[in-house]
């Protein structure tokens, strides 16, 4: 798998697979899971509306991914996840990020999608510290590449900011150095 990072909005993706990072709702909400909300249109809605209704009637659960139609969105699904709101005095809440990583790349497998771009999971208003959460999501992302048959041929991280772009890089940077190498990996800055 290439990891690729690029600046930009992950809304204007042309990829198979945009990775939401939603409320356990599926209903829509700030950040990243509203934005995909609000330009993927209303058939988004609707079809986490009818997940509701059926398997979901408590929400997704933290940790969990579930594919939709991606609407109006250059992609052809989206895959919601709900990341963990950070607590520095509970541990476990990082297998549940990483379980975020590890189910979209599981559910993107099962669909047969090659290109997916992921935003980062619970670094914004669940307040996870960029720098873990970037270190997290790229040796997750990486790992379970290896890990699930049929794993897309390019993850590509869409962060939003320049900040978060270089926390990104710098951590991947970190994570080549240390013996994984055997995987292509892509540096760009696009800004859509």
């Known amino acids: 798998m290439e990891i690729t990072l690029v600046q930009g909005d ?9 990775v939401n990072a939603a409320n356990s ?40 991914a579930v594919a939709t139609t991606a609407g109006d969105l250059p992609a052809r699904w989206v895959i919601h996840t709900v990341g ?30 090659r290109t997916l771009a992921l935003p980062a999971v619970s670094a914004g208003v669940y307040g996870w510290p960029m720098a ?7 040796s997750t992302v990486r790992a379970a590449a290896r890990e699930i048959p049929g794993a897309p041929a390019e993850a590509r991280f869409v962060l939003f900011d320049a900040e978060a772009f270089r926390v990104f890089e710098r951590a991947l940077e970190r994570l080549d150095e240390g013996g994984d190498g055997d995987e292509g990996v892509a540096h760009g800055s696009m800004v859509d």
């Not at 609707?46 to 408590?58: E, K, P, V």
């Not at 963990?84 to 999608?113: F, N």
């Open 84 to 113: 963990p709101v950070y607590d520095a005095a509970d541990p476990g809440r990082a297998a549940l990020l990483a379980s975020c990583y590890r189910e979209s790349l599981r559910v993107a497998a099962e669909l047969g999608v």
């Open 25 to 64: 709702s599926l209903l829509g909400g700030g950040g990243v899971d509203g934005a995909i909300h609000r330009r993927g249109g209303p058939e988004i809605l609707a079809a986490c509306r009818a997940l509701r209704a059926s398997q979901y009637g408590r929400g997704l659960p933290t940790g969990q």
């Open 132 to 138: 873990d959460a970037a270190r997290i999501a790229l």
């Open 10 to 18: 992950i809304t204007r993706q042309q990829v198979d697979a945009v």
